[in-house]
């Protein structure tokens, strides 16, 4: 079965750095799109970042364009997001995202991604 697990969050100064992973098992990882979508406390669950199915194109979310870079290794089968120059507003819980048709490009919307990860926990202290 498709399994997604992040790992990588914790607690982070204003101005610190992470590097999230998301390990994907149970499907052929290198013809889905990807992507990372986080849920602020008492908000809704938000896009972030995504990949295509191939690597080549990537889309951000305006909030973290130029901070944030989405990346994958299909050899690995797994999905990173590093996060630079990070901000109290970027606290949330992280997800990764797979997209629920092969060979797409950036999949912006959560109600087209299939499966999700269980999430993980980042903390931004001013």
């Known amino acids: 079965q498709v399994q997604l697990v992040e790992s990588g969050g914790g607690v982070v100064q204003a101005g610190g750095s992470l590097r999230l992973s998301c390990a994907a098992s149970?499907?052929?990882?290198?013809?889905?799109?990807m992507g990372w979508f986080r849920q602020p406390p008492g908000k809704e669950r938000e896009f972030v970042a995504g990949?295509?199915?191939?690597?080549?194109?990537?889309g951000y979310a305006d909030s973290v364009r130029g901070r944030f870079t989405i990346s994958r290794d299909n050899a690995k089968n797994t999905l990173y997001l590093q996060m630079n120059s990070l901000e109290p507003e970027d606290t949330a819980v992280y997800y990764c995202?797979?997209?629920?048709?092969?060979?797409?490009?950036?999949?912006?919307?959560?109600?087209?991604?299939?499966?999700w990860g269980q999430g993980t926990q980042v903390t931004v202290s001013s």
């Open positions: 990949i295509s199915w191939s690597g080549g194109i990537a």
């Open positions: 149970g499907y052929t990882f290198r013809n889905y799109a």
């Open positions: 995202a797979r997209g629920r048709i092969a060979y797409t490009t950036v999949v912006y919307k959560a109600v087209d991604n299939g499966y």
